[in-house]
Each structure stands twice: as structure tokens, then as C-alpha cells.
């Protein structure tokens, strides 16, 4: 508990005390958001600095490493100690960082050639490619579960198709993150309320281990926290009028750690529900898209779908409350669900 307090805390430190220096900086060399001339309404947002999850990266990065360091025991008092790193956490380190250096480059690429697109696609799959494939490798060798997931293994094992479920869900939460970053605050706000939602349910698979079969589920809830911490830091600036954005960077690196912890937690399917946010921004596109393509007309005034309720006349805050709102209502759920799932397989000591 102490060491996801840490890590929660520091991070949060951090990313708000040093997303200002950020801020200047890419000021002052220009780096700056690139709005496409469809979405009306936020043109006046061009030039706002962008880049921001480089805080958000750096800042859960070294609080999960500080939160390693003991300083204090009840037994031995003040003390220098290091706890060691364990797979689990080091696992969905991989994922933050790997999936954040392919937001990185796509966000340097979109400022060197100043435009709004990035990485070409091809260029992107194959990052996250390899961050997928190493993830699965890496994962079989520490014995993570290969089988299919809600709350727990549903005893469907994936085989060598882990690799390409392990690259669904990263680059999907990747994407599903990205296309919510679209207005101040709505990525980062519902983002923070998902990973809560993984520091409690990580944790009580540490409380809980011989029930589950997490791996290394106190890492999990670690890393869980330090995510969250570092979000509400960085939303202290995010939110609107938005003095920096996130960019692919953090976006990337926020879909790579939530899909780490779903994959690491066996609660794969439970993403869906936790992070439904994420999934609404994500068929509303793929509808909008379909629709046009098949009926020429489309659905939705615009997509992601937040942006149908800003040209319904919706202020810019009303929109992200309410989605905050509807996040919080998906976290709920997945939390009611996953507890249930836990009652109804749990059998106390001594009964048979």
C-alpha cells in the first residue's frame, strides 16, 4: 500500500510541478498543435504546445523506480533499501515506454514537416509490431497466461495468436486514447478514472493472490497508481482552456500501459467495459466511415463522436464533464462486474 501511495504521489508531484518548464520550452521552439481545418471550433487552439505526455512518460517512469527505493521500515526505522523490480511491472514499463516512442516519433514527424499527420502507417504498424511482439515474448517467458481473459482466464488459450492479440490491444487502446485526446481534458480526465479503476482491481489480486493468477499484481497496482497520479498532475494544465496537449506521445503511452494491465491482470475483456470511452470514440469513427463509404451519407455530424455533440451546439466543457461522467459510469460497472466475478468464485477457507 505504502508503495502505491509513493508512486502515486511522486508522480503527480512531478508531472505538475514540471509541466510548466515543459510548456516554456516548447514555446519557445515552437512546438506547437496542428489542427485539421474540419474541426471547426478549434482553430483558435493552433500553436498550443504539444508533446505533453513526455511528462506524463517521465513522470510515472521514475516514480515507479523511486517508489522502489525503502527509506523508512517500522523495524529498522530510517534506512536505505532497494526493493527489487519484478517482471509484472517492468512488463507494462515496456509497453508505456515502447508504445510512447512510437507517439513520440509520430508527434516529431507532424512538427518537422509541420501538418497534422504523422508517421506513415505502415511506418507505425511496425513499431508497434515490435513493441507487441516483444511484450508476448516476454510475457510466455515469465508464464504469463496465454488463454483469453474477463475477469479471470476463461480457459480459451490463444497459442502463437497471442501475439496478435497482444497487438490488437495495444495499438486498439492506443488508438481509442488518441482519437479521445480531441478536446481539453477528455483524454486525460476519463484516462485517470480507468486507471484507478486498475490500482483497486490490481491490488485486490494482490490481497487475493491464491484466487488469481496475475503476475505480479502489486507491480501492477504500482504502476497503476503512478499512472494515475501523473494524469491529475498533468490535467491540472490539460484541462480546459488547455495550456499544452498530450499528443501521440501520450496517448501512445496511455494505451500501452492500460493494455499492459489488462493483459498482465487477465482482464482482457474487461478493458472493454472499463475503458468504453475509449471503445465509443473508436466505432464511432469506424460507422461514420463505413456508413459513408456504403450509403454516402454519414451518421454522425462528425467523428469521434465528441465532436457530433460540439457541432450539436454542446459547450467544449459539457462535453468532457458528460463523458467524464459516462467514463466513470463504464469504471463502475467493470469494478461491480469484476467484484462479482470474485464472489462468485471464492470459497472460504474451510468449506468445501
Do not use: C
Not at 480546459?240 to 500501452?256: C, L, R, T
Amino acid at each position: 500500500m505504502i508503495r502505491m501511495l509513493a508512486a502515486g504521489t511522486l508522480a503527480f508531484g512531478l508531472a505538475i510541478f514540471t509541466t510548466p518548464y515543459l510548456i516554456g520550452l516548447l514555446r519557445r521552439r515552437q512546438i506547437g498543435q496542428f489542427i485539421q481545418e474540419e474541426v471547426t471550433g478549434h482553430h483558435h487552439k493552433q500553436g498550443t504546445p504539444t508533446m505533453g505526455g513526455l511528462v506524463i512518460v517521465g513522470a510515472v517512469l521514475a516514480a515507479y523506480l523511486l517508489a522502489h527505493v525503502r527509506v523508512w521500515s517500522p523495524i529498522g526505522g530510517f534506512t536505505l533499501q532497494l526493493i527489487p523490480l519484478r517482471g509484472g511491472g517492468l512488463l507494462a514499463m515496456l509497453a508505456l515506454v515502447g508504445m510512447g516512442l512510437i507517439g513520440f516519433l509520430d508527434d516529431f514527424v507532424k512538427f518537422t514537416r509541420r501538418r497534422s499527420l504523422g508517421l506513415r502507417k505502415g511506418a507505425k504498424f511496425a513499431g508497434q509490431l515490435v513493441v507487441a511482439a516483444g511484450f508476448a515474448w516476454a510475457a510466455g517467458e515469465m508464464g504469463v497466461k496465454t488463454e483469453l481473459s474477463f475477469a479471470r482466464p476463461l480457459g480459451i488459450d490463444l497459442g502463437v495468436l497471442f501475439v496478435v492479440w497482444v497487438l490488437l490491444m495495444l495499438t486498439g487502446a492506443a488508438n481509442g486514447v488518441n482519437l479521445a485526446d480531441g478536446i481539453d481534458g477528455l483524454a486525460a480526465g476519463s484516462a485517470t478514472l480507468v486507471f484507478g479503476a486498475y490500482t483497486i482491481i490490481t491490488f485486490w489480486q494482490f490481497r487475493n493472490r491464491s484466487f488469481y493468477t496475475a503476475l505480479d499484481p502489486l507491480e501492477l497496482a504500482t504502476a497503476s497508481a503512478a499512472m494515475t497520479g501523473g494524469l491529475l498532475g498533468f490535467l491540472w494544465w490539460n484541462a480546459a482552456p488547455a495550456k499544452i496537449f498530450m499528443g501521440d506521445v501520450g496517448s501512445h503511452s496511455i494505451g500501452g500501459l492500460m493494455a499492459a494491465l489488462a493483459l498482465l491482470s487477465n482482464t482482457h475483456l474487461l478493458l472493454l467495459l472499463i475503458g468504453g470511452i475509449y471503445v465509443a470514440e473508436t466505432v464511432s469513427v469506424i460507422l461514420q466511415v463505413a456508413s459513408f463509404r456504403l450509403l454516402r451519407r454519414r451518421i454522425f455530424r462528425m467523428a469521434p463522436i465528441h465532436h457530433h455533440f460540439e457541432l450539436l451546439g454542446w459547450p467544449e466543457t459539457t462535453v468532457v464533464v458528460r463523458f467524464w461522467i459516462l467514463a466513470g459510469i463504464g469504471v463502475a460497472l467493470g469494478l461491480g462486474l469484476f467484484y462479482a466475478d470474485f464472489l462468485s468464485g471464492f470459497v472460504p477457507e474451510g468449506v468445501q
